[in-house]
């Protein structure tokens, strides 16, 4: 029950930053938003710093199991190749589920206050060692003469870019997923169409 609690609450923090940013967030929007009081939060999370961070690690530990279930719904003989499971990571960060989105903008809201604020460094530097350590690791399965940091650096990069994109109407969630495919294949992480 406290797992759910905890979820639901970092989900409604994702909604409430999604609909306002963080110029205007407060503890007291997120409690309404999960229909729990305020104390849980603290209870949960400490402080503020603590929920945006767990909000952090929430967008990324949502793209993985995304990217596990997209995995485990195809037939499955033997285990999908690195590189499928790479992309099939990538692109589970665009989508048009609302939550999906939510997690988008609440991640782009809080690596752009982290220009002005040290503390919101550190925990995006974190969270995005965090998930460049995922995706290098998938990289040096797929592919040992690559470059496996720059690579991941390259790659999250890409895909921070076109979420920005993609947030702002300027490509859809598939035309992002495909240019994440394209890369891969350029980089000789992805060799089939998907």
């Known amino acids: 029950m406290a797992s759910e609690t905890r979820e639901r609450i970092i989900e409604a923090c994702e909604r409430v930053i999604a609909r306002g940013g963080l110029r205007g967030f407060r503890m007291g929007d997120v409690a ?3 229909g729990v009081s305020i104390g849980l939060l603290s209870y ?3 402080d503020r710093d603590g929920l945006l961070q767990a909000a952090l690690d929430h967008v990324n530990e949502s793209a993985a199991r995304r990217s596990e ?3 485990a719904r195809e037939p499955a003989d033997e285990p999908r190749p690195p590189g499928e499971r790479l992309a099939d990571l990538l692109c589970s960060e665009f989508g048009d589920e609302p939550q999906v989105r939510a997690g988008s903008i609440a991640w782009n809201e809080l690596r752009a206050a982290a220009v002005f604020d ?3 460094a550190a925990a ?5 060692a965090d998930w460049q350590s995922e995706v290098r690791r998938l990289i040096g399965e797929a592919a040992h003469h690559a470059e496996p940091d720059t ?3 390259v790659l999250t990069a890409l895909v921070e870019g076109l979420s920005g994109r ?8 598939h035309e992002a997923q495909e240019a ?3 890369a891969l294949r350029g980089l000789g992480l992805l060799t089939t169409s998907l």
């Open 32 to 34: 309404h938003e999960a």
């Open 44 to 46: 949960h999370f400490g």
């Open 69 to 71: 279930q997209g995995a």
């Open 118 to 120: 040290p503390d919101r």
């Open 124 to 128: 995006v530097t974190r969270a995005t």
């Open 151 to 153: 690579a991941a650096l």
């Open 166 to 173: 993609w947030l702002t109407g300027q490509t859809t969630a």
């Open 180 to 182: 994440v495919r394209a």
